[in-house]
């Protein structure tokens, strides 16, 4: 049999990456080629960790000559932050993420078809609205079936208050697209509600991920006899979609409860300022440590020591991290409007509003030790479960059912 | 000779947790969700218990030879008092036609058997009281919370007067055997002085039974129409009563027990699935096939008549039994003194159900594991047992029915994470999002109730 080839767009992907998107990709890049799929694999830059057999395309000096558009935009800004996104984008890594995120989505499409006309794939597949307009004139130019997979919808990263522009680009993508893969259902219905598209395109295929397994479980303390002071933690981007300000309006309604409760919020991002501010208004100076942005060790420590997680984000798409807290063996409390929900049977899942709520299930978990062992203990097996490997099945057969359809 | 038909059905409805929250323990608040209770006992009365009530009243009278047994438990009773004097209403009708027998269960739906015997037989004494209260017969047979069943039970069951149990035909104690006939639990003595004095506190009937049999619960039977009636990818599927007729009759045997929930017919099943169709087509063709419906008592009747077997007590010690304990006392001890069942050669050698460990009718596993082995649920059942000295002290009513309340095995069921991630039958029996959230609201009615004992 002859071996499935696709042809994906891509836009971040390691070690040049911002959030979930490039790990995302990398991930299902793996998974189908370990599931025999062969992949090319197109992005706007090309100093992506290579593996396998894979090859990586990208646009060429050459190519990229007669080009240019003046926006400025990334995957996780809206306009209003884009001074910043200049400022805090390293400098070497300026020429992806652009100064002018439109203008290398721009050359990016431009040159799809130059890039890839010596490509003879089954399949086209593209990630996020950079790329959906450059893999649909691929698609277009070697007349092969287009999957559009979207990460995460410019409704989620604004609250519902989209940029026009990628709104349209999204849906162009969308309506260009044969078949819509989506992160979780809570996506998908997003895709139906909010921006018309028929359910019967759209296919989910939940995240995978490749997760640490924690070495000693926090609960060892308590053991031993050791009462250390509980710790509550926050990890993300500090911007509006991950729901910043209600993980302190939880902490607040804790502190009135339990003033010994430590809160960390990890992660950096143009709220933090404000969010330092909130903090002091809300008396909780003394018992909340903003830690910056983690690497992925100090994460995995933070996880371990953490009583519990939370992630009150306002819209998740999927939201990875939770996982990362449940293989670590941390009790987790997921907003219910994040695709990771769907996946994790072992939390609280909590309306990312309802911070009452909220604290009262982190209260009980610190209060209850039968409960935070019940959870610590039964929601990391799903992390077994959840291979990109196994996902990426999934994809496969999706490939199969366009091509044999 | 055809066999007989034993229907049961239990009704049932737990009184479910309000969200509480932490900064309401210590406060008193009420526990319960009166407008969930009221809204699912509302939902459950239209679409189960009135238009199934209707439908049996209608059969009851129709065909003689057609009878039937429920247990209603305490809860539910309650729930009737409070949201649905209409049902109660319906039962009472039903009792009227002197076809239907009422079964005795503890009155909390507790797992009180499991973990204080003293509770346990308050339990059965307050649930018999309320039933012939309301219904005017005192119940001979027992029926304990999910068809748990040991052989301590049984015997604790006999020693309080009822002549007949049911459990689960469960295939790892029948050996290959058929439930399709009454057994009898293996002879052994309760430690006498602890279990007796603990008993006869709590007497639901005049005297003890002289032997108590075991009803077994044709799973196989009972759940082709509990589970599987409307499953479309079933061999079975769509069942008709003569086919379902069919089978009973080449099952064979004296008795086959049908036992289920009530809410099968309306609530599991939906009407649209031809439920309560299947369920009027019955009673007719067993009929025709000269198949008779009977209720637990006289299924046990009718054993005796065949195997010549004395049910109950034996009518020379009866002539003992005064009122009084201490002459029951002297009656009863000659009871205890022989094994509890002494079969004399000429008589049919009646077959032993011996649960050593607890059975029930719970899930695939049959045992305890729907209520308890987790650590939110474990920490819960002790949680509420270890006070039962405290509240029963305080002397004080409400509290005392509070802490009962929250002894209802659902509680436990809800927080049940067996098979939770792969959207079992917990989840859909479940009122809350999660077992967590079980836990949680269950976690701040016992560190309120705690607040209340000091």
Request: proline share 5%.
């Amino acid at each position: 049999m002859k071996r499935l080839h696709t042809l994906m767009f891509g836009w971040e992907y390691p070690p040049i990456h911002l959030g979930g998107l490039g790990v995302a990709c990398q991930g299902l890049v793996r998974g189908l080629m370990s599931n025999g799929v062969k992949v090319t694999l197109v992005l706007p830059n090309p100093d992506a960790e290579r593996e396998g057999d894979l090859d990586v395309l990208y646009p060429t000096e050459e190519m990229l000559n007669h080009v240019h558009i003046e926006s400025i935009l990334s995957p996780y800004d809206t306009f209003d932050s884009y001074g910043m996104r200049i400022h805090t984008i390293p400098a070497g890594r300026q020429h992806i993420y652009g100064a002018d995120l439109g203008e290398a989505v721009a050359q990016y499409t431009a040159a799809s078809v130059e890039m890839t006309k010596d490509v003879h794939p089954d399949v086209v597949h593209c990630h996020d609205w950079m790329t959906y307009e450059a893999a649909a004139r691929a698609a277009k130019y070697h007349a092969k079936p287009l999957v559009a997979h979207i990460h995460a919808t410019e409704l989620d990263r604004t609250h519902f208050h989209p940029n026009e522009w990628i709104y349209n680009r999204e849906l162009k993508g969308f309506t260009m697209a044969d078949k819509i893969i989506a992160v979780s259902n809570y996506t998908k219905n997003i895709l139906v509600k909010h921006y018309g598209i028929s359910p019967h395109k759209i296919h989910v295929v939940h995240n995978g991920g490749t997760f640490p397994v924690a070495e000693t479980s926090h609960k060892m303390h308590s053991q031993y006899g050791y009462k250390k002071q509980p710790m509550v933690l926050f990890l993300g981007r500090m911007a509006l979609q991950k729901g910043p300000y209600q993980f302190l309006d939880m902490a607040a309604k804790v502190h009135a409860s339990r003033s010994d409760v430590q809160f960390v919020m990890a992660g950096d991002g143009d709220m933090l300022g404000g969010l330092i501010d909130e903090s002091v208004r809300l008396g909780l100076k003394d018992s909340i440590i903003f830690a910056g942005k983690v690497t992925n060790g100090e994460a995995q420590k933070l996880f371990s020591q953490a009583d519990c997680f939370v992630m009150p984000s306002l819209s998740e798409p999927f939201g990875l991290v939770a996982l990362e807290a449940v293989a670590q063996g941390t009790p987790v409390i997921i907003s219910k409007q994040s695709g990771v929900s769907e996946v994790i049977s072992h939390g609280f899942a909590v309306d990312f509003w309802d911070t009452a709520k909220m604290a009262d299930c982190v209260l009980t978990i610190l209060r209850d030790d039968a409960l935070a062992q019940q959870l610590s203990s039964e929601a990391s097996r799903v992390v077994t479960q959840l291979t990109w490997e196994h996902q990426a099945m999934a994809v496969r057969s999706l490939y199969h059912n366009i091509l044999h359809t | 000779m055809h066999p007989h038909i034993c229907l049961y059905f239990q009704v049932h409805q737990p009184y479910r947790l309000d969200d509480l929250r932490t900064t309401d323990v210590g406060q008193h608040k009420p526990y319960f969700d009166t407008q969930k209770n009221h809204d699912i006992f509302r939902k459950v009365a239209e679409k189960c218990y009135l238009p199934a009530n209707k439908l049996m009243l209608e059969l009851l009278e129709k065909h003689a030879h057609f009878s039937i047994a429920y247990s209603l438990s305490g809860v539910f009773l309650e729930q009737c008092e409070e949201f649905g004097q209409d049902v109660l209403d319906s039962f009472m009708k039903l009792a009227a036609t002197g076809k239907v027998e009422f079964l005795a269960e503890t009155y909390y739906h507790s797992l009180s058997s499991m973990h204080s015997l003293p509770e346990f037989c308050e339990q059965v004494a307050m649930h018999s009281e309320k039933i012939s209260d309301l219904f005017g017969v005192q119940p001979r047979v027992f029926r304990n919370t999910e068809l748990i069943f040991n052989n301590e039970i049984a015997h604790i069951a006999r020693m309080m007067g009822f002549v007949g149990i049911l459990a689960e035909g469960a295939d790892h104690l029948l050996h290959g055997r058929s439930p399709n006939e009454p057994y009898v639990p293996p002879e052994f003595y309760l430690p006498e002085e602890t279990h007796w004095n603990i008993i006869k506190k709590n007497f639901p009937n005049a005297h003890p039974a002289e032997k108590i049999h075991v009803l077994l619960k044709n799973y196989k039977l009972s759940d082709d129409v509990a589970f599987r009636f409307s499953d479309k990818s079933w061999i079975g599927y769509p069942l008709k009563a003569e086919t379902f007729t069919d089978w009973v009759m080449s099952s064979g045997g004296h008795n086959i027990n049908l036992f289920m929930d009530y809410e099968t017919f309306g609530e599991h099943q939906w009407e649209d699935t031809g439920i309560f169709e299947f369920l009027r087509a019955l009673p007719q063709v067993w009929e025709e096939r000269g198949i008779r419906a009977l209720t637990p008592s006289a299924i046990l009747e009718d054993w005796k008549h065949n195997t010549n077997q004395a049910i109950g007590i034996a009518p020379k010690e009866r002539e003992h039994v005064g009122r009084d304990i201490s002459s029951i006392l002297e009656a009863l001890s000659a009871i205890w003194k022989r094994p509890a069942h002494v079969p004399s050669p000429m008589t049919y050698r009646e077959q032993e159900f011996d649960a050593h460990l607890p059975v029930s009718w719970a899930d695939t596993e049959r045992d305890l594991s729907a209520w308890e082995g987790n650590r939110i649920q474990d920490a819960s059942l002790e949680a509420i047992y270890e006070m039962e000295e405290a509240v029963k002290a305080t002397g004080d009513p409400v509290l005392i029915t509070e802490w009962r309340k929250l002894q209802t095995s659902d509680h436990f069921y809800y927080m049940c994470t067996k098979y939770w991630s792969d959207g079992d039958v917990h989840k859909y029996f479940s009122p809350y999002d999660s077992p967590y959230e079980a836990y949680r609201r269950f976690s701040h009615a016992i560190h309120d109730l705690r607040s209340r004992l000091s």
